[in-house]
């Protein structure tokens, strides 16, 4: 069994003074109005995913590569590849800002959060104008040159609040971002202790209209008493709606081992 503790600490939760409302947070109550208010307010958190590893190592060292043309101001091959004129940001905060657990911070007046977001890189252009760039890494078959998929909104949105919190802090953000995709090719004959990877970038031009909105929406949530509906696809309330049908039925018990209680 994993480290996983289903309740935090009070300060932790809505209210409390470790509280944040992350880029993420702002995603779960997107997808599911229910698991955002047992998180925040209530403090009983989902279940975490698996980590990759893999997409971590890919990400550390596309952010090392990054670094190299940073300190020598120079335009990445992949920029140069597309036409964009444009070289790694230095920032002294930079290091923050691409920090889990820190990142990107405003506290918005409207309704007194701090909203955080962990940017994976920020470039800028010869007019002074910051492109938020996000990695991503995968392995499927054929180029990457769309983001069409419906899990494709979260990416999207997800680059609309780091241009979001970037304008916020008084900075000049372009419209425009880009998805950097690292795509693992699975065609050659044999692994030999080698993945070749073919780099794309993936532009998306952010709307961040929505997010005023919602932060008012989530404010609302988590002062109200009573509790929100669950979000029509989420995979959590829908596990435990079936598990409380076999309970009823009888096909589980009160002694279910504890792997397969919520």
């Given at each position: 069994?994993?480290?996983?503790?289903?309740?935090?600490?009070?300060?932790?939760?809505?209210?409390?003074?470790?509280?944040?409302?992350?880029?993420?947070?702002?995603?779960?109550?997107l997808?599911?109005?229910?698991?955002?208010y047992?998180?925040?307010?209530?403090?009983?958190?989902?279940?975490?995913?698996?980590?990759?590893?893999?997409?971590?190592?890919?990400?550390?060292?596309?952010?090392?590569?990054?670094?190299?043309?940073?300190?020598?101001?120079?335009?990445?091959?992949?920029?140069?590849?597309?036409?964009?004129?444009?070289?790694?940001f230095?920032?002294?905060d930079?290091?923050?800002?691409?920090?889990?657990?820190?990142?990107?911070?405003?506290?918005?007046?409207?309704?007194?959060?701090?909203?955080?977001?962990?940017?994976?890189?920020?470039?800028?252009k010869?007019?002074?104008?910051?492109?938020?760039?996000?990695?991503?890494?995968?392995?499927?078959?054929g180029?990457?040159?769309?983001?069409?998929?419906?899990?494709?909104?979260?990416?999207?949105?997800?680059?609309?609040?780091?241009?979001?919190?970037?304008?916020?802090?008084?900075?000049?953000?372009?419209?425009?971002?880009?998805?950097?995709?690292?795509?693992?090719?699975?065609?050659?004959?044999?692994?030999?202790?080698?993945?070749?990877?073919?780099?794309?970038?993936?532009?998306?031009?952010?709307?961040?209209?929505?997010?005023?909105?919602?932060?008012?929406?989530?404010?609302?949530?988590?002062?109200?008493?009573?509790?929100?509906?669950?979000?029509?696809?989420?995979?959590?309330?829908?596990?435990?709606?079936?598990r409380?049908?076999?309970?009823?039925?009888?096909?589980?018990?009160?002694?279910?081992?504890?792997?397969?209680?919520?």
């Amino acid at each position: 069994m994993s480290n996983y503790k289903a309740t935090r600490g009070a300060a932790w939760n809505y209210g409390g003074q470790q509280w944040k409302l992350s880029r993420s947070k702002i995603e779960l109550y997107l997808n599911c109005p229910l698991c955002f208010y047992l998180d925040n307010k209530l403090g009983t958190k989902q279940p975490p995913g698996y980590p990759f590893t893999l997409n971590v190592a890919v990400d550390f060292l596309l952010k090392k590569e990054m670094d190299i043309h940073r300190v020598q101001g120079t335009r990445p091959e992949i920029a140069e590849g597309y036409g964009i004129a444009a070289v790694p940001f230095q920032h002294a905060d930079l290091d923050i800002w691409r920090a889990n657990f820190k990142g990107l911070a405003y506290t918005h007046p409207e309704t007194g959060f701090c909203i955080t977001g962990a940017v994976d890189d920020v470039w800028v252009k010869p007019n002074g104008d910051l492109l938020v760039v996000d990695y991503k890494a995968t392995s499927k078959a054929g180029k990457i040159e769309r983001l069409d998929e419906p899990w494709h909104r979260g990416y999207k949105r997800q680059m609309e609040i780091y241009q979001w919190l970037l304008r916020r802090k008084g900075f000049p953000v372009a419209e425009e971002g880009y998805f950097l995709y690292a795509n693992a090719d699975k065609s050659r004959p044999a692994f030999n202790a080698r993945l070749d990877f073919e780099l794309t970038l993936i532009a998306h031009r952010g709307e961040d209209g929505w997010i005023d909105d919602v932060l008012t929406a989530i404010k609302a949530c988590l002062e109200s008493p009573l509790r929100p509906e669950a979000g029509k696809t989420c995979d959590v309330c829908t596990y435990a709606v079936q598990r409380q049908v076999l309970l009823d039925c009888g096909i589980l018990s009160s002694s279910t081992p504890e792997a397969l209680r919520l």
